[in-house]
């Protein structure tokens, strides 16, 4: 009982250095903030129009501020959706409808996340506006960089996106977007004097990316008079997660950075014709009240670590540690390396597998490859686990080498999917399962079984009932 006791602390400290370490590049956040209440609301006016807008989306038809609307652009709705759609490069296949949020759970909390402060990617223009009013916000002044032609400001950009890396450098600079759905988002609209105010739902979503990876994903809604060609929208970066079967969102400065990517230096765009104002609309997420504006020229047709090693480290190791490193290697059987192999290797094939199905295999539904693959992650990680483990001699070899290596892939598929954030919720669940999978490690190992009527040891049972608790109570929504 010592000895579990002892492996179960050792494995709780594992995982609470790997999500730690997750931590470097993906900060934990909180998801219960209080959306905060709108007593007057202020709307915007594009362009100085008559109709406007309140620039925050909300899941219930309130005054709420909840998702940051954070681009607008100068154009009808059916034609920057042409733009976006068809007239760059690189070409979109229209989402599927059941490529939307599985048991009901939306893509994008607004009211749920709060994420770091992402970079501004047009830095000439956020750093040396001057003011100068555009007519834009009714009876406000904005600031904008003057001179500024559009490759510097997207050099200037280029040099501030190190965090978007990973993902961005995966995603064709022009981009196609396509139709897709999501959870609903109520967006409140104006149409000016003499007429009552009413709450929409979004003229069009569009997304870049992959399903079971990581995309952007958009939210477009437009002016409410014909006569005024405006529309607004709110984008978010959002990736899958294979432990919840859902979406969760990233950022939405690294979606906001993206288009305004996709869109200058095009021949649709009016010269200096992305910039970003403030509409003091930031919140509970990485959105920071800056809001990019995009002027299309009306007059153009619709085309569009090193680590380093001392070398002094060894010499201060004593010979009793040495000659435990010696024992440790001298135990080391083909299982322990197998070990580590075959639960990463589990791990990221869920996640390479989802996206490959997602493209190659179009006769399954979102569904039916969920219902394919999660059973691998959900029960093939601990099975195979527990099948290694048991030809291993030592309790504490076979749970520190399961839970460190489950942590090595969560670290490797968080990597790949460039995560700008977690939220607590994910932090706690991952702990649990990065603990339960060394439990039952430890309890499938030789040591654990030795003299015993069963191989059904109080470590086996722990491991496996934490792993059942927490997936379980997380596809019913109790973590």
């Given at each position: 009982?010592?000895?579990?006791?002892?492996?179960?602390?050792?494995?709780?400290?594992?995982?609470?250095?790997?999500?730690?370490?997750?931590?470097?590049?993906?900060?934990?956040?909180?998801?219960?903030?209080?959306?905060?209440?709108?007593l007057e609301p202020k709307l915007v006016h594009p362009n100085d129009s008559e109709s406007g807008f309140y620039p925050y989306l909300n899941a219930n038809p309130?005054?709420?501020?909840?998702?940051?609307?954070?681009?607008?652009?100068?154009?009808?709705?059916?034609r920057v959706t042409q733009l976006m759609q068809e007239d760059t490069p690189s070409r979109w296949n229209e989402t599927a409808p059941d490529e939307q949020d599985?048991?009901?759970?939306?893509?994008?909390?607004?009211?749920?996340?709060?994420?770091?402060?992402?970079?501004?990617?047009?830095?000439?223009?956020?750093?040396?506006?001057?003011?100068?009013?555009?007519?834009?916000?009714?009876?406000?002044?904005?600031?904008?960089?003057?001179?500024?032609?559009?490759?510097?400001?997207?050099?200037?950009?280029?040099?501030?996106?190190?965090?978007?890396?990973?993902?961005?450098?995966?995603?064709?600079?022009?981009?196609?977007?396509?139709?897709?759905?999501?959870?609903?988002?109520?967006?409140?609209?104006?149409?000016?004097?003499?007429?009552?105010?009413?709450?929409?739902?979004?003229?069009?979503?569009?997304?870049?990316?992959?399903?079971?990876?990581?995309?952007?994903?958009?939210?477009?809604?437009?002016?409410?008079?014909?006569?005024?060609?405006?529309?607004?929208?709110?984008?978010?970066?959002?990736?899958?997660?294979?432990?919840?079967?859902?979406?969760?969102?990233?950022?939405?400065?690294?979606?906001?950075?993206?288009?305004?990517?996709?869109?200058?230096?095009?021949?649709?765009?009016?010269?200096?014709?992305?910039?970003?104002?403030?509409?003091?609309?930031?919140?509970?997420?990485?959105?920071?009240?800056?809001?990019?504006?995009?002027?299309?020229?009306?007059?153009?047709?619709?085309?569009?670590?090193?680590?380093?090693?001392?070398?002094?480290?060894?010499?201060?190791?004593?010979?009793?540690?040495?000659?435990?490193?010696?024992?440790?290697?001298?135990?080391?059987?083909?299982?322990?390396?197998?070990?580590?192999?075959?639960?990463?290797?589990?791990?990221?094939?869920?996640?390479?597998?989802?996206?490959?199905?997602?493209?190659?295999?179009?006769?399954?539904?979102?569904?039916?490859?969920?219902?394919?693959?999660?059973?691998?992650?959900?029960?093939?990680?601990?099975?195979?686990?527990?099948?290694?483990?048991?030809?291993?001699?030592?309790q504490f070899d076979a749970a520190v080498l399961a839970s460190a290596s489950l942590s090595v892939g969560i670290w490797l598929d968080y990597g790949y999917l460039?995560?700008?954030?977690?939220?607590?919720?994910?932090?706690?669940?991952?702990?649990?399962?990065?603990?339960?999978?060394?439990?039952?490690?430890?309890?499938?190992?030789?040591?654990?079984?030795?003299?015993?009527?069963?191989?059904?040891?109080?470590?086996?049972?722990?491991?496996?009932?934490?792993?059942?608790?927490?997936?379980?109570?997380?596809?019913?929504?109790?973590?």
């Amino acid at each position: 009982m010592r000895r579990s006791l002892v492996i179960a602390a050792i494995l709780v400290l594992i995982a609470l250095v790997a999500t730690g370490g997750l931590s470097l590049f993906a900060p934990f956040t909180t998801d219960d903030v209080a959306p905060q209440h709108d007593l007057e609301p202020k709307l915007v006016h594009p362009n100085d129009s008559e109709s406007g807008f309140y620039p925050y989306l909300n899941a219930n038809p309130r005054f709420t501020q909840r998702s940051p609307v954070n681009i607008i652009v100068h154009g009808n709705a059916s034609r920057v959706t042409q733009l976006m759609q068809e007239d760059t490069p690189s070409r979109w296949n229209e989402t599927a409808p059941d490529e939307q949020d599985i048991g009901g759970q939306t893509l994008f909390d607004g009211e749920n996340e709060t994420l770091e402060n992402g970079t501004v990617i047009n830095e000439s223009v956020a750093a040396n506006r001057s003011d100068i009013n555009r007519n834009f916000v009714n009876e406000s002044e904005r600031n904008r960089s003057d001179g500024v032609p559009n490759d510097s400001a997207g050099d200037a950009g280029a040099e501030n996106r190190s965090e978007n890396e990973s993902f961005i450098d995966r995603i064709d600079p022009t981009t196609a977007w396509a139709r897709t759905t999501g959870a609903t988002r109520w967006a409140y609209v104006d149409p000016g004097p003499n007429e009552s105010g009413s709450w929409v739902t979004e003229t069009m979503q569009l997304d870049y990316g992959d399903y079971f990876g990581t995309r952007v994903h958009i939210r477009m809604y437009e002016s409410p008079n014909e006569s005024e060609e405006w529309v607004f929208m709110q984008a978010h970066k959002e990736h899958f997660d294979w432990f919840t079967l859902r979406h969760r969102v990233d950022s939405s400065e690294q979606a906001q950075s993206y288009v305004e990517q996709e869109f200058m230096g095009q021949p649709f765009v009016e010269d200096d014709g992305i910039y970003r104002i403030y509409l003091d609309n930031g919140g509970p997420s990485d959105s920071d009240g800056w809001t990019t504006v995009i002027e299309l020229a009306f007059l153009l047709p619709f085309v569009l670590g090193r680590a380093g090693i001392g070398r002094a480290a060894r010499s201060p190791l004593q010979e009793a540690e040495i000659q435990r490193l010696r024992e440790i290697r001298e135990r080391m059987t083909v299982r322990h390396l197998l070990l580590p192999l075959i639960v990463i290797t589990l791990l990221l094939g869920v996640r390479f597998g989802g996206i490959y199905l997602e493209y190659n295999a179009p006769e399954l539904s979102m569904y039916a490859i969920m219902a394919l693959l999660y059973p691998v992650m959900s029960v093939g990680i601990p099975v195979a686990t527990y099948l290694v483990a048991s030809g291993i001699d030592r309790q504490f070899d076979a749970a520190v080498l399961a839970s460190a290596s489950l942590s090595v892939g969560i670290w490797l598929d968080y990597g790949y999917l460039g995560i700008a954030t977690l939220p607590i919720d994910v932090v706690l669940q991952r702990i649990v399962v990065i603990l339960a999978l060394g439990l039952i490690a430890g309890g499938a190992a030789r040591q654990g079984v030795e003299g015993a009527r069963s191989r059904w040891n109080e470590m086996l049972i722990g491991g496996i009932a934490l792993w059942v608790i927490v997936l379980v109570g997380t596809l019913l929504g109790y973590f």
